[in-house]
């Protein structure tokens, strides 16, 4: 006999609710899959996320009445994700990217960990944010027990998760070197079908969050030099430090409306992205556009960007981007739109809740 997940009792754990980014898509598409699941978070606005997520019954952590400073309250988060209650819950889900794989949970219940990837701050990218994007001497010397100590904790809450499940092969590697678990990949969902092709115009595109390890600035100082127009969907604590570098033709157009996104993706000349991305559903956003993309050979756009896509480039400076917009300018006229939107079919959000179902849904009595 195997258990029909909706009629679970389900809990879905998200690291905070303060926009509808990649994670809060994931969010979403769990919701429909699980009607009557309830969400518990960290932080939460219900006026930045979708109507699906505000109609559910959402908990929030006692630090939501400072999620203004939600980046600062890293060391406090792993006391509020102990503070949930999730007796009485059978199937817990949650989607970690920052910290939510870190609720206690009760014996008999099951917890699946969305890993969209490990703290890259407290990891990977921990060297970086400590000696070259963290200015302050005091802030570095305060930084460091405080990253060991939730290191350790972020290791040892690996052991509280039965199952992960990667949002892509780069993800997948990650989180053995990490955590030294194992994992199913299955990709994150897309709308593919709600993005549509317009002519192009003379932009490129680039949409992300202005954050330091997007590398934003290498692509603001390459076309502040060369002239050409770049738009910059989104916001962050980069912005001032990056409109201060740009050109009269670079345009941050801060956070839009999922319609104007979908019109300035579509009527783009090509989509850039200069960072390594964990997957990069912008990326496939674009994509299902019929955009070309011109992105750095690293992470998730290895996996997401076709031969026939676009440039995958691989050095990691502004010498590097200059080059591979020139090569982009040799072929752009051989790429065919339809075949990019054909591609980024495989990314939908049904795909993605038929692979999460068959993994969710497991024989009485045992754990995958």
Request: with cysteine; proline share 6%; hydrophobic share 40%.
């Amino acid at each position: 006999m195997r258990y029909i997940v909706s009629r679970v009792r389900t809990a879905i754990v998200h690291y905070w609710l303060l926009g509808m980014r990649g994670g809060e898509k994931v969010v979403e598409a769990l919701c429909h899959m699980l009607p009557d699941a309830d969400i518990f978070t960290l932080f939460y606005d219900p006026v930045r996320v979708s109507e699906t997520i505000r109609s559910r019954r959402v908990t929030a952590s006692y630090l939501n009445p400072l999620r203004r400073f939600h980046r600062s309250m890293l060391p406090f988060m792993p006391s509020a994700l102990e503070s949930f209650d999730l007796r009485g819950y059978d199937l817990i889900v949650s989607s970690e990217s920052g910290p939510a794989k870190g609720v206690l949970t009760p014996s008999a219940a099951r917890h699946v960990c969305y890993c969209h990837t490990p703290m890259r701050y407290l990891w990977e990218l921990y060297p970086a944010y400590l000696n070259q994007w963290t200015s302050s001497a005091w802030k570095r010397a305060f930084m460091r027990p405080i990253a060991r100590n939730l290191r350790l904790w972020d290791f040892a809450s690996a052991a509280r998760v039965d199952d992960f499940v990667a949002n892509s092969e780069n993800v997948r590697r990650r989180i053995w070197k990490t955590y030294r678990r194992e994992a199913e990949v299955i990709h994150p969902p897309v709308a593919v079908e709600t993005f549509f092709h317009k002519p192009p115009e003379d932009y490129f595109l680039a949409v992300s969050e202005l954050v330091p390890y997007k590398q934003l600035d290498c692509a603001v100082r390459v076309f502040s030099k060369n002239g050409r127009c770049l738009r910059i969907a989104g916001d962050g604590p980069e912005y001032k430090r990056l409109k201060r570098l740009a050109g009269g033709n670079v345009e941050f157009c801060g956070r839009v409306s999922d319609a104007d996104l979908r019109e300035l993706y579509a009527r783009c000349q090509a989509f850039l992205l200069p960072g390594e991305e964990d997957f990069g559903i912008s990326t496939v956003e674009a994509l299902a556009s019929g955009k070309p993309v011109i992105a750095l050979a690293r992470g998730g756009a290895l996996e997401t960007v076709p031969e026939f896509g676009g440039v995958l480039y691989d050095e990691a400076s502004e010498a590097g981007l200059e080059r591979a917009l020139t090569e982009f300018a040799a072929l752009e006229a051989r790429v065919h739109p339809r075949d990019l939107q054909t591609w980024a079919t495989q990314f939908s959000e049904a795909r993605f809740q038929e692979k999460m179902r068959r993994t969710l849904t497991v024989p009485d009595g045992e754990t995958r």
